[in-house]
């Protein structure tokens, strides 16, 4: 029964149809580069917690081992010492707090950056998605023109050996029937490709595909990118970053204790003296303060603070270029609209003029001509209302994502 299952496993996964949802949140969790951006994340935490240990004490112990010579009452020829320091920043001058909240914006950038990151392959997911829909849907009309024009060839043939027809009808027709073949050839080529790249973004073998459409646009509320949002965050992370530097200027208050414990070797003593001690504890408070540095630490802020500008100028031209294309995104789906309206409509005329000259053509009526421009009409007009069905759903897809929405919210 294992060897059975594990044989006809492969064969399920790929006869298994897909939704757009779950070629989408399979990304979402299987997508190697969705998962590098998580691990940023998590290493961004990392540096949370670092910067979040430097409010702790600190505890260092050492030990040396010093031989001097000549030695003396003060001075024995061998001294063993150890010591354990602890020490802590009283104050710093908001050094540390400014660290901390500049780290806090970085792990918010990368999560903000992971969310844009999904979005963006949601998006090419159902660009090819629907891609794919359309080169199948020329496909289809493409074997439906290939069987039309072999019948007609078989026709045709009858027709010549009664006398009735000339070997040039019967060569257009197998023109054409060879030249539609051909292109059925590069538009199977098309679709294998679209299959391997919605395959490499979503993790899983399409071949079969469900249907699925976006929620038509109703009160959409317009939010700015996470792309947006992640400049944002930076631009934070550099303010505290030059609040850091700043803290230079200010007191520096520090308070340690250290205990050292020493033993002696080859020592020259005296009745009645003892003037080595075998142990030491000092407290210390200290407190320090720059005063002069040629304006180093000011230049070095002023510098980070630049930097600061230069993305808040970013930021407020990425607003701007999304409102634009998130306008032009709702004009593009009316004026899609209209031309799946003018697409619907020359889809009935080219069905109704082929079906007429179709009948004609095999009483004699017409030439090869007329017919085989009428099949081309109908085929043509059979693509481009699928194409435009689905270039509509694209569409939609696309302006919720000027919305700064995320696609896959509205999928249904």
């Known amino acids: 029964m294992k060897i059975l299952f594990g044989l006809f496993l492969p064969l399920f996964l790929f006869a298994q149809s897909y939704s757009l949802t779950t070629l989408v949140e399979h990304a979402n969790k299987e997508n190697n580069l969705i998962k590098a951006k998580e691990i940023n994340i998590q290493s961004k935490k990392k540096e949370v917690d670092a910067a979040k240990s430097a409010y702790w004490p600190t505890v260092d112990i050492g030990a040396s081992q010093s031989y001097i010579s000549p030695n003396s009452i003060v001075n024995p020829g061998e001294v063993s010492a150890a010591y354990a320091m602890v020490s802590v920043d009283l104050y710093d001058g908001g050094r540390k707090s400014a660290l901390l909240n500049a780290k806090r914006f970085e792990e918010e950038a990368a999560f903000f950056e992971k969310g844009a990151f999904e979005k963006s392959i949601t998006l090419q997911i159902v660009q090819y998605y629907y891609g794919l829909k359309k080169l199948r849907a020329t496909l289809g009309a493409l074997q439906e023109r290939s069987t039309e024009l072999k019948e007609q060839i078989k026709r045709i043939k009858k027709f010549k050996g009664a006398g009735l027809s000339t070997q040039e009808d019967v060569d257009k027709l197998q023109a054409e029937y060879d030249s539609n073949n051909y292109t059925m050839a590069n538009t199977k080529l098309e679709?294998?490709?679209?299959?391997?790249?919605?395959?490499?973004?979503?993790?899983?073998p399409v071949k079969t595909l469900k249907r699925n459409y976006f929620q038509e646009p109703k009160n959409v509320e317009f939010e700015v990118f996470e792309t947006i949002?992640?400049?944002?965050?930076?631009?934070?992370?550099?303010?505290?970053?030059?609040?850091?530097?700043?803290?230079?200027?200010?007191?520096?208050?520090?308070?340690?204790?250290?205990?050292?414990?020493?033993?002696?070797?080859?020592?020259?003593?005296?009745?009645?003296?003892?003037?080595?001690?075998?142990?030491?504890?000092?407290?210390?408070?200290?407190?320090?303060?720059?005063?002069?540095?040629?304006?180093?630490?000011?230049?070095?802020?002023?510098?980070?603070?630049?930097?600061?500008?230069?993305?808040?100028?970013?930021?407020?031209?990425?607003?701007?270029?999304?409102?634009?294309?998130?306008?032009?995104?709702?004009?593009?789906?009316?004026?899609?609209?209209?031309?799946?309206?003018?697409?619907?409509?020359?889809?009935?005329?080219?069905?109704?003029?082929y079906d007429v000259l179709k009948e004609k053509f095999e009483v004699g009526l017409v030439d090869n001509i007329a017919f085989l421009d009428a099949l081309t009409q109908k085929t043509l007009a059979q693509s481009r209302y699928k194409e435009t069905l689905y270039d509509y759903e694209i569409g939609k897809s696309i302006y919720y994502y000027y919305a700064g929405k995320d696609p896959k919210e509205f999928i249904r």
């Not at 679709?191 to 899983?204: A, M, P, T």
């Not at 930076?234 to 020493?262: H, M």
């Not at 000011?298 to 634009?324: C, D, F, P, R, T």
């Open 229 to 353: 949002k992640v400049l944002q965050s930076n631009a934070n992370a550099i303010g505290e970053n030059a609040n850091a530097i700043n803290a230079g200027n200010r007191p520096q208050v520090q308070l340690s204790d250290t205990y050292n414990k020493y033993h002696y070797d080859d020592t020259v003593t005296m009745p009645g003296f003892d003037l080595l001690d075998d142990y030491q504890n000092t407290l210390t408070l200290s407190v320090n303060m720059r005063i002069f540095d040629n304006g180093r630490i000011s230049k070095e802020s002023e510098a980070v603070k630049y930097q600061k500008l230069a993305l808040e100028s970013e930021i407020a031209y990425a607003e701007n270029e999304q409102e634009m294309n998130f306008n032009l995104s709702y004009k593009s789906l009316e004026t899609i609209r209209t031309r799946l309206k003018s697409a619907k409509s020359a889809l009935r005329a080219a069905t109704s003029t």
């Open 191 to 204: 679709i294998l490709r679209s299959e391997k790249n919605l395959q490499l973004l979503s993790g899983l």
